[in-house]
Each structure stands twice: as C-alpha cells, then as structure tokens.
Nanobody
Framework: QVQLVGSGGGLVQAGGSLRLSCAAS????????MAWFRQAPGKEREFVAA????????NYADSVKGRFTISRDNAKNTVYLQMNSLKPDDTANYYC????????????????WGQGTQVTVSS
C-alpha cells in the first residue's frame, strides 16, 4: 500500500506561484508514474500533469503548459508541482496519484490517490 499526502496549497493572488508537494509513505513510489489532478466545485476532475517513474518524460494539460512543472525526488519519495503565473481558473482541490503504467495521462489506472490540497487564486 502507498499513502499519499499532498501539501502546499493556499491562497495566492493571480500571477503568483505555489509549489505543491506529494509525500509518499508505506512503500516506495520509485516504480510508479505520478500525476496531479484537480477538481473545482461543480466540475469534473481534470488531469493536470504526469511524470514517469524515472522523471525522463512528462505530460501536461494544455491549460497549464508553460506555467506548471512537475518533478520528483525518488530519494525523498516526493513529487512536486511548481505552479507559476496562476490564474483564478486554477482554483481547485489538487490531488496527486500513482500509477504502475508507463503511459502518462488521464486515462490510466491510478492505484493510489492523495487526499487533496486546496489552491485558491484570487483575481
């Protein structure tokens, strides 16, 4: 079993930055692809970004390309999401997830999910 705990969310003004972290425990995530999703009130969950277990490939939703960067530190069992140039539309609860699949993207079987961390961007 893998437990994922997201943190780093908060309230920020438009144009600002936040760095989310997802710490894993219980088992190493070294062989898992990791992803971030988000869900705003009244909306469906949305894929944000993903990274392979080695960190050699990433995939981003069009809405965050050029603004968000996903990275990982397997030695620390942690995945990060650096979010720059934040917009009010980025306001959502952000979840990290882990998948054994080498395919990056939303339509993958994610075995483990974190509890979410709230990001609120004011205009």
């Amino acid at each position: 079993q893998v437990q994922l705990v997201g943190s780093g969310g908060g309230l920020v003004q438009a144009g600002g930055s936040l760095r989310l972290s997802c710490a894993a425990s219980g088992r190493t995530i070294e062989k898992y692809a990791m992803a971030w999703f988000r869900q705003a009130p009244g909306k469906e969950r949305e894929f944000v970004a993903a990274i392979t277990w080695s960190g050699d490939r990433t995939n981003y939703a069009d809405s965050v390309k050029g603004r968000f960067t996903i990275s990982r530190d397997n030695a620390k069992n942690t995945v990060y999401l650096q979010m720059n140039s934040l917009k009010p539309d980025d306001t959502a609860n952000y979840y990290c997830a882990a998948s054994p699949s080498p395919i990056l993207g939303p339509f993958v079987d994610y075995h483990y999910w974190g509890q979410g961390t709230q990001v609120t961007v004011s205009s």
